[in-house]
């Protein structure tokens, strides 16, 4: 009886001795368990994050699609309509009724078509935006004075131009930003105050959340504008002379406020080329072109924040 009692005994510690281990082993086991998977869901929330900040930057350009469609279509239907103040703040009443706004925007200089750009602009009175880079040597601050000088708005592009500098964090924006800022204010003796990404708002490669960036700026009492209609120089080989028009004029058409971006780099030579006829028919057609200034609307790729 002893030796059975002996062996229950040893038989229900061994049991008690087996659930403690896999009790042990299990409380091991469920978090490690509970890792993985959260780990793969976590994957899957950053592709969907992925998917629906595509689908939403693609949602606004559709709707700016579709108020340009709806725009054309109204053009079309009826007669000119009479802007309205509200419409086109920056209208002089004297001068009239306006088919729509143009903000020439020049992106990347100053370069070597610099100087031609703004003898065209002169030539056919017109004001226009030069987003700049940060260039140190004597033209390019020449350049940078003229801008001015010549009536047009000088605006930063970024010291360095550099997406992989800029973009790696708020910090490096900052310090890039900081060091556009003074150069500019320093060589012209005026602080700039409007900015164009590069690559735009709506870029994909930043690693910093644009929206940070957007409120950097907005801290910094800077404004930011992108643009609705490109004259499709931005590419390595740029179109020739007659795509550069009309892919302006097309543009333009049935935009109340058009801000066209163009870019003042040595290689862009058919835009310089382009530019006089764009500016002429597009007067003839009753545009306006307009420096941009602190009262035109912002044209903003990223809509929501
Ligand atoms: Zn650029």
């Not at 490690?32 to 900040?53: M, P």
């Not at 709707?63 to 086109?88: C, F, H």
């Not at 040597?137 to 003229?146: I, P, T, V």
């Amino acid at each position: 009886m002893d030796k059975k009692d002996k062996n229950d005994r040893q038989k229900r510690v061994q049991f008690i001795k087996n659930v403690i281990i896999g009790s042990v082993l299990f409380l091991l086991l469920l978090p490690t368990l509970l890792c993985i998977i959260l780990f793969f869901k976590i994957g899957k929330l950053d592709k969907e994050i992925e998917r629906l900040r595509y689908l939403k930057l693609n949602t606004v350009y559709a709707a700016e699609q579709s108020y340009k469609v709806s725009q054309m279509e109204k053009a079309i239907n009826s007669t000119i309509v009479a802007p309205s103040e509200e419409d086109y703040p920056d209208t002089d009443e004297a001068e009239g009724l306006y088919a729509g706004r143009v903000y020439l925007t020049f992106d990347d200089g100053p370069g070597t078509n610099t100087q031609k750009i703004l003898d065209i602009l002169d030539q056919y009175d017109v004001k226009a935006t030069f987003f700049v880079t940060g260039k140190t040597d004597a033209l390019s601050k020449k350049y940078y004075k003229e801008i001015i000088a010549r009536g047009h708005t000088l605006g930063m592009h970024s010291y360095s131009h550099d997406y992989g500098k800029i973009y790696a964090s708020k910090k490096a924006f900052a310090s890039d930003y900081k060091k556009i800022s003074s150069l500019l204010t320093d060589v012209t003796g005026e602080k700039p105050w409007v900015y164009r990404f590069p690559g735009g708002s709506s870029n994909t490669v930043s690693k910093v959340d644009m929206r940070k960036l957007i409120d950097f700026l907005d801290e910094e009492n800077v404004i930011y504008y992108d643009w609705n209609v490109q004259c499709g120089d931005a590419v390595s080989v740029p179109p020739d002379k007659a795509t550069i028009y009309k892919n302006v004029v097309n543009g333009v058409k049935g935009l109340g406020e058009s801000v066209v971006l163009m870019h003042d780099l040595p290689e862009k030579k058919s835009t310089v080329e382009a530019l006089p006829k764009i500016i002429k028919d597009l007067k003839k057609g009753n545009y306006k072109f307009l420096p941009i200034t602190k009262n035109t609307d912002p044209v903003h790729h990223l809509v929501s924040r």
